[in-house]
C-alpha cells in the first residue's frame, strides 16, 4: 500500500514517536510511506526513520497564511502524483491543510488529535476550520474514551479510540547518565519547558516540602521556551542546589532507572508517553489529575498516586508521603510495569493496522451527524 503520513516536524515530542513508530512498522512489512513535514525546515529527526521511508519536507519560506496555502497546494500536487491508498494526520493544525489538500479525492484520511481540545485552544479560526473540515474525515483517532466523546459533531463510528504504544524499556543501551549529586535520592520529570507541563507548580510544590525531605534532588529533563522562567523561579524559590535542568536527553530510560520518583506535573496532556515510559521501568509515579490521559494509566494508590492540577499543597503532601516511606514506593513501583500489559507496542500497532485494513477495503461513512453516545 502507499501510505502518506503529515506532521508539523518530527522533533523530539510524544506524537513524533508515535508517527515513527508507524511509519516503521509499515515500512518493515513492505509499505510505501511517505512521511511529510510541514513546518520543520527539513532538520533530521530526533527518532532514526526505517530507511524505506521516504521523508519529505513542505515547509514553505512565506508568511502565514500564504505559507499555509503553500503546504495545502504542495500537498495536493503530492497526492495528485502519487495517490495515496491511505492517509493519516498529526495535529490539529496539519489536520486541517491535509483535509484541504485532499479535498474531491476518495483517499481515506485519518486524523489524529493528540491534545485535549477543552485546554489546548487553537483560536477561533482554526477551532471553526476544524470543526468544518473534520466532517471529511473517514475516521478521528482520538487517545482516550474522554477525547474522542469531545468530538460529538462526526458521525456516529467515526471516533476510535487508539492510545499511545508504550515500549518495553531497553535495558544497558545508553551509558548511564552523570548524576549532578551522586548520593542524593532523586524525584525526576520529564517534558517540554512549557507552561502546559506544569513544572512551575512541581516547583512551588518541591519548594513545600519538610525538611525530613531536604536530601531529595529535582532533576527535570527537556528544554523550551519557559526555560529562563524556570530556573528564575527556582532560584527565588531557595531550590538552586536542589534543582537541576539538564536539557533534553536521546534517552530518559538511564536516567529514569537512577531515579526514586517521577513526578508529572501538567496542565493537561493528551496520552502522557513519559509518565507511561516511567512506569515501564517501574518508578513509583504522583502526576496531577489533569485532562486527559494520567486516570487512564494510573489507578490511585495501587501503581501510582493522583493530586489535583494547580495545587502546589496538594503535590507537596503526597511527594511528602512517597519520599518518607520505602514500603509505599516499592508498592507503587511494584505494580506500575503492568502498564505494558495494558498498552504494549504489538497491541497498538494491531489495532492501527486493523483500522488501516478496514479504511482501504471498504467505503468511508459519509455525512456528518453525532458521534456514537457509548464512546
Not at 495517490?83 to 486541517?96: A, C, E, K, L, R
Not at 515510559?277 to 494510573?298: K, N, Q, R, W
Not at 490511585?300 to 503532601?317: N, R
Request: proline residues 9%; hydrophobic residues 40%.
Amino acid at each position: 500500500m502507499n501510505l502518506n503520513l503529515v506532521i508539523p516536524s518530527l522533533a523530539a515530542g510524544g506524537a513524533e514517536r508515535v508517527l515513527t513508530t508507524l511509519a516503521n512498522h509499515w515500512a518493515r512489512r513492505g509499505d510505501r510511506v511517505t512521511v511529510f513535514t510541514t513546518h520543520d525546515g527539513g532538520s533530521a529527526p530526533h527518532y532514526e526513520l526505517h530507511s524505506d521511508v521516504r521523508l519529505v519536507s513542505l515547509r514553505a519560506a512565506l508568511p502565514a497564511p500564504l505559507r499555509n496555502l503553500a503546504i495545502v497546494s504542495a500537498l495536493r500536487r503530492e497526492f495528485r502524483d502519487a495517490p495515496p491508498d491511505f492517509g493519516n494526520q498529526f495535529p490539529h493544525y496539519t489536520n486541517v491543510l491535509a483535509l484541504v489538500a485532499n479535498s474531491g479525492r476518495q483517499c481515506p484520511i485519518v486524523v489524529s488529535e493528540r491534545l485535549d481540545p477543552r485546554v489546548i485552544g487553537i483560536g477561533p479560526v482554526w477551532s471553526l476550520l476544524r470543526r468544518l473540515t473534520y466532517r471529511n474525515a473517514t475516521r478521528l483517532v482520538a487517545q482516550t474514551p474522554t477525547a474522542a466523546g469531545l468530538f460529538e459533531y462526526l458521525a456516529p463510528g467515526r471516533t476510535v479510540v487508539i492510545p499511545n504504544p508504550v515500549p518495553p524499556p531497553a535495558i544497558g543501551t545508553s551509558p548511564l547518565p552523570e548524576w549532578p549529586i551522586h548520593e542524593r535520592p532523586t524525584v525526576i520529570a520529564v517534558g517540554r519547558l512549557m507552561p502546559q507541563k506544569g513544572f512551575d507548580i512541581a516547583l512551588r510544590a518541591f519548594s513545600l516540602l519538610p525538611a525530613t525531605c531536604a536530601e531529595w534532588q529535582f532533576i527535570i529533563l527537556g528544554e523550551g521556551p519557559q526555560r529562563a522562567t524556570l530556573e528564575r523561579l527556582r532560584d527565588e524559590l531557595g531550590l538552586t542546589n536542589r534543582v537541576y535542568m539538564p536539557g533534553r536527553v536521546a534517552d530518559p530510560t538511564p536516567w529514569l532507572q537512577r531515579a526514586g520518583i517521577f513526578l508529572m506535573s501538567s496542565r493537561s496532556e493528551g496520552f502522557p508517553n513519559a509518565l507511561a515510559e516511567a512506569m515501564a521501568v517501574g518508578l513509583p509515579v504522583l502526576s496531577t489529575d489533569c485532562p486527559s490521559g494520567p486516570s487512564d494509566l494510573i489507578t490511585h494508590g495501587v501503581d501510582g498516586m493522583l493530586v489535583a492540577t494547580e495545587d502546589p499543597q496538594a503535590m507537596a503532601l503526597a511527594l511528602g508521603e512517597l519520599m518518607v516511606s520505602s514500603d509505599l514506593r516499592e508498592r507503587l513501583a511494584s505494580a506500575a510495569p503492568h502498564v505494558l500489559d495494558r498498552f504494549s507496542q504489538t497491541s497498538v500497532l494491531n489495532a492501527w493496522d486493523t483500522l488501516l485494513a478496514e479504511l482501504v477495503t471498504s467505503r468511508p461513512i459519509q455525512g456528518p451527524s453525532r458521534t456514537d453516545s457509548r464512546r
